[in-house]
């Protein structure tokens, strides 16, 4: 169905097919009718979420998919039973912190990696890479005694430090550095710039849209992270946002009018990010394959 | 003499920038791990740790409830990847077309479950799939069954509820990779197919599959590691029921360790047999893949 009025190629001319034949139509409608069913299915839980807001914990057990007129009750149930604003901040705190730490440290490493090639260093960076199959079960139990050790159970400290040397970041800006020119590293050495100089004031702002995209992909980590929150992070005011909708999930009888609430809050910095930066978003994604 | 010098500096440079980096991995990664080996050899309650030697390993192969978080993560394992990555490269496939229209609007829909948060999108799931909930007025409706199925409380089809979640929420971030690929494609290897008469499915396992199969590889074994380490969905839509049978690994772990009695070391054993797994399944994969190049 697309085809229709469009130019045939060059090369098809060739081979006398004047006409569409019937299996490529056939092709269009599968293609069609397979995107829109995953598209309905992708969005559904989505818009389940948001009428699910409008909904009491009852209508939604029992599957009322249409909005309801609860909105407000759940607003307020949510604002009584958890401190939003702290929590939010929570979430907020240790995902920017954490987020500009990771860049920060993480591209240091991808700079130098890719920059100062060494047989030292390639082989210390082929031992990382292996590592990047190492489960966090692996070493949770050591992780969490060490942080009791140090006192830092329930703080933001125990959340942002084992994340922040990420070496998945760490190997994709070493790729995304084969692009860097060295020729402006060369001509600002020429200048007199000292090597940390170079990085801040030359490879930083070139390297833009990688810091832009890595900052997404490691925002949305930290943001939704929850089995090490979960371990560390034990009074209620330091809580995140995701341990706090998991909390209010797993109450005896969880109030599911109020969670979706929760829930729409926790999905909603995310998704804007998303909309907002969708393409350098994809190009990040992308990047990391190359 | 300057050269030298200049190699000291570069030297100096390339560990300088790199320090931070390894410092932390070094502390907050390396270190917890040898532990974890060293804790695997250990038994006793909470810190109370005495060397074991093998007495976990044997533990392991007399415990029940291992056996069935590894048999349920296995089985996450088997169904999930390989219906995941089949309905990603369709997608992909399809959205490739040139012709297509409303294309973005396709992939930004398929991709959108991607930035849900685990537990957030878990929580939709479980309250879609209660017994009395919207799935089953769905079912019920187009006459699929005659009475409501007990997903949730149900050994089958809490299972069947967690593949499909973990489908959901992943197979739009795999098909992004599978468009990337497909972009560096030569079209004219399609063109000179379809003049041939070589039918879409068979350009498809002829053509699509062997060029992308790096990114294949890839894909599978992220996946294959992420599934290993089932947590989130898992703890908030069944909590490992009913009975144990969507418990898996990771939530077995968490479990000896922060909700029944401290067992660490025993704890640790079992984390090491998900290192074992993901190793065995990534050397499995790789050579799978080499082997039909």
Sequence with gaps: MTVAGTPMRRTGARTATPRRPAPDRLKSIVTYTVLSIAAFVSIFPFFWMIVGTTNSSIDIQQGKASFGTYFWQNVTTLFDQVNILRVLFNSFYISIVGTLLTLLIASMAGYAFEIFRSKARERIFAVLLLMLSIPFAAFMVPLFMMMSGAGLINTYWAIILPTVANIFVIFYFRQATKAFPHELRDAAKIDGLKEWQIFLRVYMPVMQSTYAAATIIVFMLNWNNYLWPLIVLQTNDMKTMVLTISSLNSAYTPDFGVIMVATVITTLPTLIIFFVLQRLFVQGMLGSVK | MAKTRLGRNESINGWGFIAPALTLIGIFMIWP???????????????????????????????????????????????????????????????????????????????????????????????????????????????????????????FWAKVVIISAITWRWTGYNMIFYLAALQNVDRSIYEAAKIDGVPAYAQFFRITIPMLKPVILFTTIISTIGTLQLFDEVQNITQGGPSNATLTLSQYIYNLTFKFMPSFGYAATVSYVIVILVALLSLVQFYVARDRK
């Design chain 2, 33 to 155: 791990i040898l532990w974890s080996l060293w804790m695997s050899f250990q038994t006793g309650r909470g810190m109370a740790l005495s060397f074991g030697g093998l007495s976990n390993i044997k533990r392991l192969a007399a415990d029940p409830i291992f056996l069935k978080a590894l048999t349920n993560t296995l089985t996450y394992l088997a169904i999930q990847v390989p219906v995941m990555i089949m309905l990603a490269l369709v997608f992909a496939v399809m959205l490739n077309s040139p012709k297509l229209k409303g294309r973005a609007f396709f992939r930004t829909a398929i991709f959108l479950p991607s930035v849900t948060a685990l537990v957030a999108y878990s929580i939709l799931f479980k309250s879609m799939f209660a017994t009395d909930g919207l799935m089953n007025e769905v079912v019920l409706g187009l006459g699929l069954v005659d009475s409501p199925i007990p997903w949730l409380s149900d050994p």
